[in-house]
Nanobody
Framework: QVQLVESGGGLVQAGGSLRLSCAAS????????MGWFRQVPGKEREFVAG????????YYADSVKGRFPVSRDNAKSTVYLQMNSLKPEDTAVYYC?????????????????????WGQGTQVTVSS
């Protein structure tokens, strides 16, 4: 079992920044790719960013590319999502997830089905 706990969410003005953290415990995540998803009420959960097991490959949704760099520290079992130039449309609950694979292809990395452990989510609200 892998337990994931997100932190760092909150309320921020448009143009501001937040850094989300995802701390893992239980079984190691060092061999797994990790992903960030977000969801707003009434909509499906959507992929935001992902990172392979070593950090050598990253994946981004077009909507966040260039604004939300993803990183990881395997020694700390923690994954990060640095959120810059935030926009009101980034408002959502953000979830961290552990992928079943280590370096999935793009088509797998962006799909929720490729992930088998999820955190409880952290709310990010961007005011205009």
């Amino acid at each position: 079992q892998v337990q994931l706990v997100e932190s760092g969410g909150g309320l921020v003005q448009a143009g501001g920044s937040l850094r989300l953290s995802c701390a893992a415990s239980g079984r190691t995540i060092s061999g797994r790719a990790m992903g960030w998803f977000r969801q707003v009420p009434g909509k499906e959960r959507e992929f935001v960013a992902g990172i392979n097991w070593s950090g050598g490959r990253t994946y981004y949704a077009d909507s966040v590319k260039g604004r939300f760099p993803v990183s990881r520290d395997n020694a700390k079992s923690t994954v990060y999502l640095q959120m810059n130039s935030l926009k009101p449309e980034d408002t959502a609950v953000y979830y961290c997830a552990a992928c079943k694979g280590s370096t999935p292809p793009w088509t797998s990395a962006t799909g929720a089905d490729a992930y088998d452990y999820w955190g409880q989510g952290t709310q990010v609200t961007v005011s205009s």
